[in-house]
Antibody
Framework: EVQLVESGGGLVQPGGSLRLSCAASGFTFSNYWMSWVRQAPGKGLEWVANIKPDESDKFYVDSVKGRFTISRDNAKNSLYLQMNSLRAEDTALYYCARVDYRNRWYQSYWGQGILVTVSS | DLQMTQSPSSLSASVGDRIAITCRAS??????LNWYQHMPGKAPKVLIY???TLQSGIPSRFNGSGSGTDFILTIRNLQPEDFATYYC?????????FGQGTKVEMK
């Protein structure tokens, strides 16, 4: 059974940093692209970042470029999101998701999410 | 960025109803369109990918259609567990973008 479990969220002051982790199990992690997606309170889903299996390609939404870094450790079956220079508008539930490709890209499995609150 | 517009934003329906949610892309995305179901406190779940392919394990009462800029998610014989928020998503162009969501509520 595919499982994705996020951790590392919490309350942080504006300008601060936080590192999210996602522990993957039930599939060969090193074969898959992975994503981070977030949902701000009362808002819809927003794609944040993607990372290739070998880390050779990483893509970000413009609003986090230069502040967030997606990474992975295939030996530990883990995905990460380093978030720096956090802003109030980064407050959201953050989900990690596995990315599949069958003619088209889609996010096939998602974690339950972890809450990040940026506030003084 | 490619904009995805869903309608309606919300709808009220009863168990057994047939409902349809539309999603319009701001430019041609061929069939790079996915549909997700999201319930509060739960992980989002993919229902349909590539516009019309049913994800494994998803009941056949869910159907996706469309191509280009206009897409439809149809749910027939609505079940109690279907009351949720539904999102379309395009994965043709980066950044991947979602529609604003359609909340399906019990009448």
């Amino acid at each position: 059974e595919v499982q994705l479990v996020e951790s590392g969220g919490g309350l942080v002051q504006p300008g601060g940093s936080l590192r999210l982790s996602c522990a993957a199990s039930g599939f060969t992690f090193s074969n898959y692209w992975m994503s981070w997606v977030r949902q701000a309170p009362g808002k819809g889903l927003e794609w944040v970042a993607n990372i290739k299996p070998d880390e050779s390609d990483k893509f970000y939404v413009d609003s986090v470029k230069g502040r967030f870094t997606i990474s992975r450790d295939n030996a530990k079956n883990s995905l990460y999101l380093q978030m720096n220079s956090l802003r109030a508008e980064d407050t959201a539930l953050y989900y990690c998701a596995r990315v599949d490709y069958r003619n088209r890209w889609y996010q096939s499995y998602w974690g339950q999410g972890i809450l990040v609150t940026v506030s003084s | 960025d490619l904009q995805m517009t869903q309608s309606p934003s919300s709808l009220s329906a009863s168990v057994g109803d047939r409902i349809a949610i539309t999603c319009r892309a701001s430019q041609n995305i061929n069939s790079c369109l996915n549909w997700y179901q999201h319930m509060p406190g739960k992980a989002p779940k993919v229902l349909i990918y590539a516009a019309s392919t049913l994800q494994s394990g998803i009941p056949s009462r869910f159907n996706g259609s469309g191509s280009g800029t206009d897409f439809i998610l149809t749910i027939r014989n609505l079940q109690p567990e279907d009351f949720a928020t539904y999102y379309c998503q395009q994965t043709c162009n980066l950044p991947w973008t979602f529609g604003q969501g359609t909340k399906v509520e019990m009448k």
